[in-house]
């Protein structure tokens, strides 16, 4: 039969006894929001090859790159395969090991961050010259405020999840998204390792802070004379790097990922269990997750 109707009757299960669970993960579609490197880019495609009304079915080929939306690092995006322990870590996606990809975890809330981002932004008139010191890169003790604020911990073995509320921009301005969000350098990406945590996820778009993409004048012209006009500062300088976050968490073992958002800020300040698991694919060197969260001992 090629017609199903609908009897909303029968068979359908009672979600009121199902275990709630949050979803913190950004869809993705045609319009997905990418990484702004130089040069073009390919949008995300979606083509047909079977119809409904001629096949009775729909199949959908994707090309793309899997770094868009909410999405999990492996090591082999950032690193050679001689700088990872294959055989502790895994190397490409599909040898992630499953236990690091669940677990307890905080989501810790820093949307305050957004609130003062919006506020300088706005007083300089979106004019880069007058924004001064508009980047913020998170500290050690930023991590431990906001935990502190809502009677958090990080403990070892923890996935850590930060809601900066930059994810409010996602698809509404992605320039401030992209190139302003608070986000992380090697000095809080070591102490986290020191934490021993399993797991690191933000409301950022990249795991590294827009301004470690050394050298930036390369990898991203527009944000390099930026932060010129805004400091006087020539962010070489500062950020002598690339993407030190990257490398770092994902040669220990620490799954990365990014674009967060969702439901994120209904959970805020919370201790609940976070799972985040990649597709099994042997060539992958990153690729889509559905980060969610739910409360401990529901299950």
């Not at 029968?10 to 979803?23: A, G, H, N, V």
């Not at 924004?131 to 070892?156: H, N, S, T, V």
């Not at 934490?195 to 990249?206: M, P, R, V, Y």
Request: aromatic residues 14%.
């Amino acid at each position: 039969m090629a017609y199903m109707p609908l009897n909303k009757d029968e068979f359908y299960l009672d979600q009121s006894k199902m275990t709630k669970i949050w979803d913190l993960s950004q869809p993705w579609g045609v319009d997905t929001p990418l990484w702004p490197f130089p040069g073009a880019r390919s949008d995300l495609s979606f083509p047909r090859g079977q119809y409904l009304e001629r096949f009775h079915k729909r199949t959908m080929t994707y090309t793309g790159t899997l770094h868009a939306a909410t999405h999990m690092d492996a090591p082999n995006h950032v690193l050679h395969e001689e700088e990872v322990d294959r055989e502790r870590y895994g190397y490409n996606l599909a040898e992630i090991k499953l236990e690091f990809c669940i677990g307890t975890g905080v989501i810790l809330d820093m949307t305050h961050l957004y609130d003062e981002f919006q506020e300088k932004f706005n007083a300089a008139g979106g004019d880069p010259a007058k924004m001064g010191e508009i980047w913020y890169e998170l500290q050690p003790e930023d991590f431990e405020k906001a935990a502190a604020k809502d009677g958090l911990e990080i403990r070892e073995n923890d996935w850590v999840v930060v809601d900066t509320g930059f994810h409010r921009f996602w698809r509404k301005n992605n320039d401030k998204y992209f190139n302003y969000y608070p986000g992380m350098g090697p000095t809080v990406a070591k102490w986290l390792l020191s934490k021993k945590i399993k797991g690191i996820s933000g409301t950022w778009g990249a795991t590294d802070a827009p301004l470690w993409h050394y050298p930036l004048k390369e990898q991203m012209p527009w944000l390099d004379t930026n932060y010129k006009l805004a400091t006087g500062h020539d962010a070489a300088e500062k950020y002598p790097d690339y993407e030190p976050c990257h490398r770092l968490f994902t040669q220990h073992g620490v799954c990365t990922v990014e674009n967060a958002g969702g439901d994120i800020d209904e959970v805020k300040g919370r201790r609940m269990i976070i799972a985040a698991f990649p597709f099994r694919c042997e060539m992958a060197d990153g690729g889509f997750v559905r980060l969610v969260a739910w409360e401990e001992g529901s299950f």
